[in-house]
């Protein structure tokens, strides 16, 4: 049976992807995509805000959407948040973004679950995916990237590895397509927050697949920095081939 914070990280990330949804839907294109997509970072992080106090309101909540606060950092149970994940996308009109609910309890990620309304689907730690199987014999791997601009070290592992790069939208997006065995890694080196991989990350070692910074080093979550630059998710057969392509210095935050 899964845990009921695990049950309530995908009924929430699933709700705030339909109410984002039907914003969409119901925008006036005379308002312009800049509007609509305030609207949709705005009205989802206030839906899960509101759930998360009404639900959980003794835990700590660390958003994008939202100022931080010190009080996180001693609290042993933090909600970490992305209420919607690929803004650009979503604006556009595209499906490739996702919303991200992720729970820390004493120093680890506990639970997590990614929405991609897009797909009408929603992934959790519990009960895990299963991912697919890999490539055929003989068929390359795929690494997911940035649309816009691929990062260096996604580059360098895909020629180290043979590999095709896949441009999509978010990171979340991204995480999930390897954990659905539409990607076989993820690389990223171009900075982002612990919002962004969280509840990704949190999926993604429930289904078995390596997860870790670019350097081979542990991710760490409800830091009193929350920048969190570089992520790879990759299935284990592929994990030391890629960390010896990208693995780099981390810098700090």
Do not use: C
């Amino acid at each position: 049976m899964a845990s009921t914070d695990a049950i309530l990280a995908a009924r929430l990330a699933t709700e705030a992807g339909a109410l984002l949804l039907a914003l969409r839907r119901d925008h006036d294109p005379a308002a312009g995509t800049q509007a609509l997509r305030d609207a949709g970072d705005r009205s989802a992080h206030r839906f899960l805000a509101a759930a998360l106090a009404d639900q959980r309101p003794g835990d700590a909540v660390l958003s994008e959407e939202a100022p931080d606060t010190v009080e996180r950092l001693t609290a042993r149970r933090v909600w970490i948040i992305d209420p919607l994940d690929g803004t650009r996308e979503f604006g556009d009109g595209r499906d490739d973004w996702a919303v991200h609910v992720a729970l820390w309890q004493d120093g680890e990620l506990a639970a997590g679950a990614v929405a991609l309304p897009g797909l009408g689907a929603t992934l959790t730690s519990d009960p895990a995916a299963v991912v697919p199987p890999g490539p055929a014999e003989g068929a390359p791997p795929r690494i997911a990237v940035s649309r816009s601009r691929p990062p260096v070290a996604a580059q360098r592992a895909a020629a180290a590895l043979g590999a095709e790069l896949a441009p999509m939208g978010s990171a979340g997006f991204k995480v999930a397509a390897v954990v659905r065995g539409e990607a076989d890694a993820y690389v990223h080196a171009g900075g982002q927050y612990e919002w962004d991989s969280a509840a990704p990350v949190a999926v993604a070692r429930a289904a078995g697949l390596f997860t870790s910074r670019v350097d081979g080093s542990p991710l760490r979550y409800n830091e009193a920095d929350p920048y969190l630059p570089d992520l790879l998710v990759a299935r284990p057969e592929l994990a030391d081939a890629l960390l010896a392509a990208v693995a780099e210095p981390v810098r700090s935050a």
